[in-house]
């Protein structure tokens, strides 16, 4: 709640009422009077109506209805970004999610969610950022050519992530290549990246698996491929 008032007090977005049980008002007083302050509407609602409003098993009892967070393609890439994750076809929105909270951790400039990739806004989506979804710009489109054109437009090396790619991150890290402004391009766990969206890129690269796992999760693998590229862009 704390990043979802602090996103509209900075003239980011907008929240436009907060319900809480009263319960959690206590527990959430600074948020509740936060929101007060602000103007934001605030109601009081029974336990009842907060699980009914927050669509999981144990809810903590405040809700806010907030304003749309994606911006428009053009906006998120704005400047000169040097970290971008783009999220192609990515339908499970936990998955989503996490990388999205991941690549805020990793310092990222924004996050693209492209093609017919799941809804930023998605309820499952939302809590798996646990609140970064607030913290930096967030994109959607469809047409993901256009947002492959976009990250190159805006100077970023397209590096695609695959675990059947015959570089790995390692090599490129050695070789200095990691240091480049990026945009890495994340598939799903299912059917990972199309072979054209691959064949776009600048470079494909595997994590390398020093262990008998056959795999990395996606979530897992976004957090080696972001943070290896941040610590060699900071170096």
């Known amino acids: 709640m704390r990043e979802a008032l602090d996103w509209a007090e900075r003239g980011v977005g907008r929240v ?4 809480a049980t009263p319960e959690a008002a206590q527990r959430h007083v600074e948020a509740w ?3 007060g302050v602000a103007g934001i509407p605030t109601s009081l609602i029974t336990e009842k109506a907060a699980a009914g409003l927050s669509e999981t098993v144990t809810p903590q009892g405040l809700v806010a209805v907030c304003g749309l967070v994606d911006v428009p393609l053009a906006t998120a890439l704005t400047g000169s970004p040097r970290l971008v994750a783009v999220l192609v076809e990515i339908a499970d929105p936990g998955n989503a999610g996490t990388v999205l909270r991941v690549a805020d951790a990793a310092g990222a400039d ?3 969610f492209a093609g017919s990739a799941v809804d930023p806004h998605n309820g499952k989506c939302v809590r798996a950022t ?11 489109e469809r047409d993901v050519d256009a947002v492959l054109a976009a990250c190159r437009a805006a100077g970023l090396r397209l590096v695609a992530a695959d675990g059947r790619a015959d570089q790995d991150l390692d090599a490129a890290d050695r070789a200095g290549d990691l240091a480049a402004p990026t945009a890495w391009l994340f598939g799903s766990e299912a059917h990972g990246l199309s072979s054209e969206v691959r064949s776009s890129a ?3 690269l595997a994590v390398p698996l020093h262990g008998r796992a056959e795999s990395l999760n996606l979530a897992t693998a976004a957090a080696v491929c972001l943070y290896a590229t ?6």
């Open 230 to 235: 941040a610590r060699a862009q900071r170096a």
């Open 110 to 112: 924004a996050v693209i």
């Open 202 to 204: 600048d470079t494909t």
């Open 16 to 19: 436009f009422e907060l319900f």
């Open 130 to 140: 646990t609140g970064s979804l607030f913290h930096l710009p967030v994109a959607r």
């Open 33 to 35: 009077q936060r929101a």
